[in-house]
């Protein structure tokens, strides 16, 4: 498991996801799976508990990937603790993470990507953070702007 913000934000793997004991004793707030392939692990009650099956790589739903980085954006402003998994902690995790944290503090996501990167190993798929660039792009543009083929966009 890696703080990439002081006690408030790590990233990890599976077995950091699965070490109910150690989050616990992080005082982690919420926890994200983001594996797709993983099977779902039942937490404690009181702990926040999300899962984005997404893939590490293309072919995610736009609007799973928009509701993924927007929790944990979400969670971040907030100052919940938070721990982001995928399978190895490598791809997936850093990217939307990354991803957050650029929007919540308004910073550029390939700077906050090389950030959340130089805290350890990693392997982020470039059609993931392609995917991932594009979501926020859509998400923090005018909700009433057009898009490109002239169609009206909304939030809702």
Known sequence: MREILPGRV????VRDASDIRGILEK????????????LPILYPRDLISCRFPLLDGSGNSEDLLRLT??????????????LVTCSGGM???????AAAIACAKKEPLDEWLKRVTATGPHDVAPALWNE???S??????????????GTERTLI
């Open 132 to 134: 991932v660039k594009a």
């Open 91 to 97: 791809s997936r995790s850093p990217a939307i993470v």
């Open 136 to 149: 926020v792009a859509w998400m923090f543009s005018d909700p009433f702007d057009t898009t490109l083929d």
């Open 10 to 13: 790590w990233i990890g793997n």
């Open 27 to 38: 005082e982690i707030a919420a926890v994200v799976n983001l594996a797709i392939e993983e």
């Open 69 to 82: 980085i927007f929790t944990v954006h979400l969670h971040v402003s907030a100052k919940i603790p938070i």
